[in-house]
Each structure stands twice: as structure tokens, then as C-alpha cells.
């Protein structure tokens, strides 16, 4: 068998794992599917009357490819925080004694997080249904606007992987990806239009990808209302496959290569 079936294999098998995890800890799910119902209640009746969008768009039809972006791109922290934890409690040293491809731990897990994403986008959909948000489109372009938000969120996965493997605490990844995290999906386009930006946080905002993302969702949405004269967002959804693609080509070896160091210590 190659190295990239026997990866695939056991990644598979790790995958199984882990969301077998996720049915024995309720928690999950329930902070899975309550936090983004939160969400989408909050800003839709908070900061609904508060901002204006241009066009025709309804604020709720605006604000939830933002809240998806914003969600998903949190929810990717999980995946640091569960390989900080397994290293905490030596589930990673026991993998390492068995005869499994190195990055297969790393796969299963990304993979049952991007699960955990695609469920929390289920729930905010059905939420912005009841609140006023519609889809447009056809259903295979909303397809490929949930395949762009799940893409980006699974490359991220494999940032918070790094950071899970080099930090070692749940509570330390959670600190670290929030002072990266929180300012990567507020200072875009998520929840208000970028030309009430003032001038650098609007230069900073119109490449920043969690941008492109939302873009590229409203639009595969119908929910777009035009975008700032930049090349990010002109052509967003290869903006965000650039972004994706680098991300993946720079953290995965990175990550499995710190799994190999830091399971051996």
C-alpha cells in the first residue's frame, strides 16, 4: 500500500475515532448548535438596525455569509485545542507506538472538525432562514458558496493543528488563535460594508481573506451587493482558493512534522 493510501486509510480510521468521541461528549454538540443560533440572533436584532448596506440587500441576507465565515473560521480552533489535549493526556504517544502514518492523526482530525463546521453551518442556515435570510442562486452555485466557507475553515484547521502541537495546553491554543482569530474576521467585511472603514483598516480589510471569503460567499449566495475596486474581491473565489491552497501547502508538512517532534519528546 502507498504512503498516501495508508494516510488516507488511517486518517479515516482516526476520523471514525474522533466523532465517536464527539457522540460520547454531548457538549459538543450542544455548543456546536447553540453558539451559532446565538450568533445569528444577536447581530441580526443588535447591529441590524444600526448598519445601513447599500442595494437592495436585506441586512440579515449581508450579515449571514459573514456569521458563517466568522463561525467556521472559530470553530477551526477546535482542532488545536483537541491535539493540545490529547498530547495532555498521551493518546498522541500511544498513537505513536502504533503502525499508522504519521499524519493520520492530524487528518482525522481536521477532517471530524470540518464535520463539526459543516454542522454549525446547517444550524445558522436554518436559523437565517426564520430571520430573513434567502439564497438566490441556483443550488449549485449555494453549494459552492458552503464548499468555499468549509474549504478556507478546514486550511485553517491545519494553522491551529501547529499551534495545538507546539503550545501543549487546550487553554493556551484557545488564548493564542483568539488573538490571531478575532481580529482576522472583525476587520473585514463580515458585519458591515468596508466604506465605513477608515482608510488602513479598509486597506488591511479588502485583502484580508476572511473578506474574499464572505464575498465569495454572498455572491454564490446572491446576498452581494458589489465589492470595493481590489483584485481580492473582484475575484474572490480564487482569492480564497489561492489562500487555501497556501496555507495547506506551508502547515501540513509544518504540522506533521512538529506531530513527529513533539510525540517523540
Known amino acids: 500500500m502507498s504512503s498516501l493510501s495508508l494516510a488516507v486509510s488511517d486518517g479515516l480510521t482516526i476520523t471514525r475515532r474522533n466523532m465517536i468521541k464527539v457522540k460520547r461528549v454531548p457538549d459538543l454538540i450542544v455548543f456546536a448548535t447553540l453558539s451559532p ?13 444600526a448598519i445601513n448596506v447599500p442595494g437592495d440587500v436585506s441586512y440579515a441576507e449581508f450579515l449571514l ?37 504519521p499524519s493520520a492523526v492530524l487528518i482525522g482530525r481536521t477532517v471530524a472538525d470540518l464535520f463539526l463546521n459543516a454542522l454549525s453551518i446547517v ?23 458552503f464548499l468555499v466557507l468549509l474549504g ?34 472583525f476587520v473585514a467585511n463580515t458585519f458591515a460594508p468596508l466604506e465605513t472603514f477608515p482608510p488602513v483598516l479598509r486597506h488591511f480589510a479588502e485583502w484580508n481573506p ?10 454564490l449566495f446572491g446576498n ?21 491552497v497556501v496555507i495547506l501547502a506551508i502547515f501540513v508538512p509544518l504540522s506533521v512534522r512538529a506531530y513527529k517532534n513533539t510525540a517523540s519528546r
Do not use: C
Request: aromatic content about 12%; overall charge neutral.
Open 37 to 49: 443560533i446565538m450568533f445569528v440572533l444577536l447581530f441580526r436584532y443588535v447591529f441590524g438596525g
Open 65 to 101: 455569509p459573514g456569521i458563517f465565515a466568522q463561525t467556521v473560521v472559530f470553530g477551526s480552533t477546535i482542532t488545536g485545542a483537541s491535539l493540545a489535549d490529547d498530547l495532555q493526556k498521551g493518546l498522541i504517544d500511544r498513537f505513536r507506538s502504533l503502525p499508522m502514518s
Open 123 to 145: 444550524v445558522m442556515a436554518v436559523t437565517g432562514l426564520v430571520v430573513g435570510w434567502r439564497i438566490h442562486t441556483s443550488v449549485g452555485e449555494a453549494v459552492a458558496g
Open 152 to 185: 478556507f475553515a478546514y486550511a485553517v484547521s491545519w494553522m491551529m493543528a501547529l499551534v495545538g502541537l507546539l503550545v501543549r495546553t487546550p487553554e493556551v491554543v484557545n488564548n493564542a488563535s483568539f488573538i490571531v482569530i478575532f481580529p482576522i474576521t
Open 210 to 219: 476572511v473578506s474574499a471569503v464572505v464575498q465569495a460567499a454572498r455572491e
Open 224 to 244: 452581494s451587493f458589489g465589492a470595493p475596486d481590489v483584485w481580492s474581491l473582484q475575484n474572490p473565489v480564487l482569492y480564497s482558493a489561492i489562500w487555501g
